[in-house]
């Protein structure tokens, strides 16, 4: 049995502190998955089988399984179950390959995937019987002292060796930045993202895109983690708030759900590695799930990235000795962002459009997620059968 995406939707990305502040992530979520459901008026919501709902920090509003908590505000039926899948920044997209992979066992027909993170609103913590205060918001926080010091260093810190090991330079960095903000403008004007996205809270469109960005305004910022580095807070994803949501189904869920499929969900992959590398490994996760779909990077027609950073965005490129024209074609995360737990869901659902919109056959999603581990979909456009 094969599982398909029937739909996606996600709220506009907000900046820290910006205008999805005030609120709360099991809100975002809830939004999301009524605004997705409306797209789809004849499908009863009680035809859902189960609702997976990724989440990578769980410390403040969005505990206690925020996806049955999701279900429950969207007013949903109470039988419709809901989880809360914790893979970090790969999160909502785990949520699709569990559910797609629930379809095709056949234990359910339709799963409702997506995810949600306020980092805004992450909270700081206190460790029993510890007094320090720790924030939620993003990286290790109350660290296993037996775990290796050079695992536990900063994300940024962990891409600064990864530029030094492929040689990928602070120009190169910031014309990828430069880039990602000179598409996504241009796909929001274009209205490429008006059915994409639902309005949460009067905001319309991604807040951290930057129409005025340029390579020079890029290369003026100083770096964050080494007083000599590459990195800066403009080649780098900003902290952000969001969700996104997707309909997953079998072939017999059309009749449900009263319309075709978008794509075929037609290989998946995840692969893990030395926490330091983590922006390497979505080479061999996508690498895994093109040969599961039975498929080279010669068929590949559209690629969505995640990019956490400017760096690991290009190595992978790099590794996978592909057009750079292909990849996050409608801007990434540099300019839209990057809320942890919602982030999948976006790349998957962009992807799925790109690939109509270009009439290619076949599409590759992506994310790299902190302590080593990447994951990745590859996606059959069913209006293409070249």
Known sequence: ???????????????????????????LSATVIQALLATTPALDPAAVDDVVWGNANGAGEDNRNVGRMAVLLAGLPASVGGTTVNRLCGSSLDAAMIGSRAIETGDATVVVAGGVESMTRAPWVLAKPDDEPVSTALGWRLVNPRMPAEWTVSLGECNEQLGERFGVSRERQDEFADRSHRLATAAWDDGFYDDLVTPVAGLTRDEGVRPGSSVTALAALEPRFRTDGTITAGNASPLTDGASAMLLGSAAAAELIGREPLAAIAGRGGFALDPREFGYAPVEAANRALRRAGIGWDQVGAVELNEAFAVQSLVCVDAWKIDPGIVNVRGGAIAIGHPLGASGGRVLGTLAKVLRERHERWGVAAICIGVGQGLAVVLENLEVTR
């Open 1 to 27: 049995m094969s599982s398909f995406l029937y739909a996606a939707t996600r709220t506009p990305f907000g900046r820290l502190n910006g205008a999805l502040a005030g609120v709360r992530p099991d809100d």
